[in-house]
Nanobody
Framework: QVQLVESGGGLVQAGGSLRLSCTAS????????MRWYRQAPGKQRELVADITSGGITNYADSVKGRFTISRDNAKNTVYLQMNSLKPEDTAVYYC????????????????WGQGTQVTVSS
């Protein structure tokens, strides 16, 4: 069985930084595109950034220039470095993988982590 586990959320003042991590556990062979989403209270879940297995990245306009997504394929981990945080970045951040191949070439699709809370105070 495969699962995604996020860590690194917390409370930070505006202008501060946080680094989120998301690690896939299990006998992983490969992971396709990985994404970070967020959901603020009363709002729909939105895509923050994604990164392909080859390292091509994409960002929401609201975070361009402030957030950086990266991954370590050897560690089956994706990161989200968040700088110059704003109160409007407050949300639960979720990690997503669109396809994970693991032991015996089994596959999981559209796998989600449990979420990690990020709170930015003004």
């Amino acid at each position: 069985q495969v699962q995604l586990v996020e860590s690194g959320g917390g409370l930070v003042q505006a202008g501060g930084s946080l680094r989120l991590s998301c690690t896939a556990s299990g006998s992983i062979v490969s992971i396709n595109t990985m994404r970070w989403y967020r959901q603020a209270p009363g709002k729909q879940r939105e895509l923050v950034a994604d990164i392909t297995s080859g390292g091509i990245t994409n960002y929401a306009d609201s975070v361009k220039g402030r957030f950086t997504i990266s991954r370590d394929n050897a560690k089956n981990t994706v990161y989200l470095q968040m700088n110059s945080l704003k109160p409007e970045d407050t949300a639960v951040y979720y990690c997503n993988a669109d396809r994970i191949t693991y032991i015996l070439w089994r596959r999981e699709y559209d796998l989600w982590g449990q979420g990690t809370q990020v709170t930015v105070s003004s």
